[in-house]
């Protein structure tokens, strides 16, 4: 009901930037937020950062903040994912998602629309 196309991953070292992009189509009435969650080698799935639909609100997990911004473009229907200042740790299939359910815009279980994962891996 909600598809979503992600792209922009790719290899850089460490430092270095990339920018993510997910457009999202069909029933977007239904989006209550936006955003990213990342899963490495052997790790569960964990929340990047999210964007509310009107843009008012952004939440980031600890260990990316200051690194990356998450914006929309809102005539689009697409988000963006800014990363500056990669590190390895951030090595990791990132997939984008859609809040279709009422609740924490950080919890997984809200989000009932992925994309297929875009791979970001940062050598050191």
């Known amino acids: 009901q909600v598809l979503l196309v992600e792209s922009g991953g790719g290899l850089v070292q460490a430092g270095g930037s990339l920018r993510l992009s997910c457009a999202a189509s069909g029933r977007t009435w239904s989006i209550y937020a936006m955003g990213w969650f990342r899963q490495a080698p052997g790790q569960e799935r964990e929340f990047v950062a999210t964007?509310?639909?009107?843009?008012?609100?952004?939440y980031y997990v600890d260990s990316v903040k200051g690194r990356f911004t998450i914006s929309r473009d809102n005539a689009k229907n697409t988000v963006y994912l800014q990363m500056n200042s990669l590190e390895p740790e951030d090595t990791a299939v990132y997939y984008c998602?859609?809040?279709?359910?009422?609740?924490?815009?950080?919890?997984?279980?809200?989000?009932?629309?992925w994309g297929q994962g875009t791979q970001v891996t940062v050598s050191s």
């Open positions: 964007i509310s639909w009107t843009g008012a609100n952004t």
């Open positions: 998602a859609a809040q279709t359910l009422f609740g924490d815009p950080r919890a997984s279980r809200n989000f009932a629309s």
